[in-house]
């Protein structure tokens, strides 16, 4: 199972990003996959996550984030994206996409340990 990051840059307060998460070693419907961000002496937060094919496709957005991220998913590239608009100062971090095998979103914990991610991708507001 391997998760590629790419997408992340430099954006001024009120720009836009789209990050991708490129899956290998598994259909990228399969499970529940999510993207976390961890910015320099923070915790690491969990952002966005689309569901599984099987169990709907459902997805959850962080309160944080509602309204300004979107995540989805091309099944035939093998890849879950996710679209911020009018990126914060404060949203300066590592971006990170993962999965820990869970079906559901409500039930999985991508940001664990135990869930396989990638090497992240930077993403810098400046003001």
């Known amino acids: 199972v391997t998760l590629v990051e790419s997408g992340g840059d430099l954006v001024q307060v009120g720009g836009s990003l789209r990050l991708a998460c490129k899956v290998s070693?598994?259909?990228?419907?399969?499970?529940?996959v999510g993207w976390f961000r961890q910015a320099p002496g923070a915790e690491r937060e969990e952002i966005a996550c689309?569901?599984?094919?099987?169990?709907?496709?459902?997805?959850l957005y962080a309160d944080s984030v509602k309204g300004r991220f979107t995540i989805t998913r091309d099944d035939d590239r093998n890849t879950v994206y996710l679209q911020m608009n009018n990126l914060k100062s404060d949203e300066t971090a590592v971006y990170y996409c993962?999965?820990?095998?869970?079906?559901?979103?409500?039930?999985?914990?991508?940001?664990?340990?135990?869930?396989?991610r990638g090497q992240g991708t930077q993403v810098t507001v400046s003001s």
């Open positions: 993962a999965t820990d095998g869970a079906k559901l979103c409500s039930e999985s914990s991508y940001s664990g340990s135990r869930a396989a």
């Open positions: 070693g598994f259909a990228v419907d399969y499970y529940a």
């Open positions: 689309i569901s599984a094919s099987s169990h709907g496709s459902d997805v």
